[in-house]
């Protein structure tokens, strides 16, 4: 009677973990099977073809900003340079894209630009140890340091400089954090410098920190999209 009982209470158990699993589970099919029918007629992204053959997906309904107001950034940027005095960095640098992230005040960034002939070469990242990243960061923190106190932004952490895999070519990264132009918050901004036969390809990814859980990967999507 006890074996009766024990097998009776064992197959209830086992009829209520199924039932359990089921409840569950149930919800996690229902919505991965929406987000399949939401994200294949998705319109969220379209790709930005670039001169040069350079291409990248970005938000479709962020703002492209004009090709005067590109001309404006590279003005500021250069200016910045010169009254720093830092000879050698105005370069053959040109812009091929603008984006900003609406809503307004945006929130995110892309830029995509090129410097022809390029500075250094796949061999040369190739070559580079850590102590030459270590004295890169230095270098460049300092050259941030002179920018700023000629009217450039204020960074208040730089991050190791680094390489990436980007499309099986090695890619500088530096990355930083910046304090922002028009409120309390931070900024994280990372540059991907791209050295090429011909070129540099220079992409950088930029988004106000304290919303980093919505930018972050928007961002990580855009790079992934890449083409060159």
Not at 41 to 66: C, E, K, M, V
């Amino acid at each position: 009677m006890v074996e009766v009982r024990l097998k009776t209470e064992l197959t209830r158990n086992s009829t209520m973990s199924l039932v359990t699993r089921k409840n569950i589970l149930f919800p996690f099919v229902v919505f991965a099977l929406f987000c399949h029918s939401v994200f294949a007629d998705d319109t969220s992204f379209r790709n930005a073809q670039l001169s040069y053959g350079i291409s990248l997906d970005i938000p479709s309904h962020w703002t492209i900003l004009s090709q005067d107001s590109r001309k404006n950034l590279r003005a500021a940027g250069q200016a910045m340079i010169d009254n720093a005095g830092l000879e050698g960095l105005s370069s053959r640098k040109e812009s091929l894209l603008a984006v900003n992230a609406k809503p307004n005040p945006t929130g995110a960034i892309i830029r995509v630009s090129i410097t022809l002939p390029p500075d250094y070469t796949q061999n040369y990242l190739a070559s580079l140890t850590r102590e030459n990243l270590k004295e890169m960061t230095i270098e460049t923190l300092n050259i941030f340091r002179n920018l700023e106190a000629s009217g450039g932004l204020k960074v208040v952490e730089l991050q190791p400089a680094r390489i990436e895999i980007i499309k099986n070519y090695r890619a500088l990264v530096i990355s930083y954090v910046r304090a922002s132009n028009n409120s309390s918050s931070f900024w994280q901004v990372t540059q991907y410098k791209i050295p090429t036969h011909d070129k540099i390809i220079e992409i950088t990814l930029s988004y106000r920190k304290p919303d980093a859980v919505v930018w972050k990967p928007i961002l990580e999507r855009v790079k992934q999209s890449l083409r060159f």
